[in-house]
């Protein structure tokens, strides 16, 4: 198991309570966190000091403003990394929440010292040079919308069976096979939610819950491997009963659209997009909704006022939300 050092760049991630709880999240998916700060803590983010205590993660308050104070952030990032590197031997994991591609030197450093990099940022500041730097990059969008996620309530407070089953989704998409042995899995729903319990949701035990919700909600398989239950995600099950179709796409786009944008996404690329969108109706394709190309979609999603397309400095496309 992966034991994980974390350092959030709260600018990048929106210093919002949801996303910083979706990053915790997925990095609890993987393995342990032993060590969290967060940096650029004002004031104005006072809602994530509860997130910030349950979860032991220290803070670096952003003291002064403009360019001066973000130089500083990244160089108190990159000292306060290195030294864990050095004198911290149950460290095998870093987690940086950033785009910035001031820390590929960094992430080349602890790649050499043998230690596992996960980057993850909005793709609206992501630099290329730093995701392929990364042993693995996520987006910020990818992390924190979906229709497996978990409500905030349903993080804090006894989980449903309807929120158990949306969890162990979560874990089975973000292991390499789509498969997990249950008593593995159990280890990583009680790193996500210490006080999870399958008595809580009616059942004496784990391997009774998993079954019915198996049955009930048909998102994964459970068999019998070698005297032990084991978990199975079943491929490209479609998260909706609906189809997607010339009649219901631009619904079907704004609601996608309204998620990014509750979550606080002004910006997102394009792929991010469509990856949200095949990840709800995996028939999609742009000639099941009347279009060529995804660019086609956008204008037409353009001309329905939900959106607009812009390019960046370098010139990537975007699509900023209405």
């Not at 983010?45 to 205590?53: A, R």
């Not at 995701?131 to 996520?138: D, I, K, V």
């Not at 993080?155 to 089975?172: F, P, Y």
């Not at 960046?312 to 699509?319: A, I, R, S, Y």
Request: charged fraction near 25%; hydrophobic fraction near 40%.
């Amino acid at each position: 198991m992966a034991a994980f050092a974390l350092f959030a760049d709260l600018e990048n991630c929106g210093g919002k309570k949801s996303m910083l709880m979706d990053v915790i999240e997925r990095v609890k998916i993987r393995g342990d966190i032993l060590i969290g700060k967060v940096y650029g803590y004002t004031d104005s983010y006072s809602d994530l000091k509860e997130t910030l205590l349950s979860n032991t993660f220290a803070v670096v308050p952003s003291l002064r403003y403009g360019r001066s104070q973000k130089n500083s952030m990244d160089i108190q990032l990159v000292i306060d990394a290195l030294d864990i590197a050095y004198t911290n031997p149950l460290i095998d994991s870093f987690c940086i929440v950033s785009g910035d591609s001031d820390y590929v030197p960094l992430v080349g450093k602890l790649k050499s010292m043998g230690k596992f990099v996960l980057g993850i940022s909005r793709s609206e500041v992501a630099s290329g040079v730093f995701m392929s730097a990364c042993s693995e990059f996520q987006f910020l969008e990818s992390v924190s919308t979906g229709k497996e996620r978990t409500s905030a309530k349903d993080s804090e407070e006894a989980l449903s069976q309807s929120g158990v089953n949306d969890l162990i989704v979560t874990v089975l998409r973000e292991s390499e096979s789509g498969e997990m042995l249950a008593a593995e899995l159990k280890n990583v729903l009680l790193r996500l939610r210490p006080n999870f319990s399958e008595k809580s949701v009616g059942f004496s035990t784990f391997g009774k819950l998993v079954a019915h919700l198996s049955q009930q909600f048909g998102a994964f398989t459970v068999t019998t491997q070698q005297h032990a239950l084991k978990l199975s995600l079943v491929a490209h099950a479609s998260t909706s009963t609906e189809q997607i179709n010339k009649d219901n796409y631009v619904r079907i786009f704004k609601n996608i659209l309204e998620e990014y944008k509750n979550d606080g996404f002004l910006r997102v690329n394009p792929s991010i997009l469509k990856a949200a969108v095949l990840a709800s109706y995996p028939d999609f394709t742009e000639r099941t909704v009347g279009h060529r190309r995804f660019s086609d979609v956008l204008r037409a999603l353009e001309k329905e006022g939900l959106l607009r397309v812009e390019t960046d400095d370098g010139g990537n496309m975007l699509v900023r939300i209405r």
